[in-house]
């Protein structure tokens, strides 16, 4: 069974930066896209950033311009890094990667712990 790994959460101050990383614990054999997405206190999980293995990426309104996601097919890793960081940016953040670990396996939806990513001065 596939599992994420999760680093890079913490506290910052507004207006810093943090980089998210994901790691999967096996190799995929495709993967249809890897993402983030977040859930603050009292909200639903919301969608952050995805990024599919053509490189496409799709960004929620909040964070464009701000968040940038990357991924790296050979390790199989999935990076958000987090500029201009704001208090509403609280919120646990989780990996998310769906995909075939074999050419005839299920497909999977793989989630990661979260990390918590906590903005204040």
């Known amino acids: 069974q596939v599992q994420l790994a999760e680093f890079g959460g913490g506290l910052v101050q507004p207006g810093g930066s943090l980089r998210l990383s994901c790691a999967a614990s096996?190799?995929?054999?495709?993967?249809?896209?890897m993402g983030w997405y977040r859930q603050a206190p009292g909200k639903q999980r919301e969608l952050v950033a995805t990024?599919?293995?053509?490189?496409?990426?799709n960004y929620a309104d909040s964070v464009l311009g701000r968040f940038a996601i990357s991924r790296d097919n050979a390790e199989t890793t999935v990076s958000l890094q987090m500029n201009g960081l704001k208090p509403e940016d609280t919120a646990v953040y989780y990996c998310?990667?769906?995909?075939?670990?074999?050419?005839?396996?299920?497909?999977?939806?793989?989630w990661g712990q979260g990390t918590l990513v906590t903005v204040s001065s």
């Open positions: 096996e190799s995929i054999f495709a993967i249809i896209n």
């Open positions: 990024i599919t293995e053509d490189g496409s990426t």
């Open positions: 998310n990667l769906r995909g075939y670990v074999s050419p005839r396996s299920r497909a999977l939806d793989a």
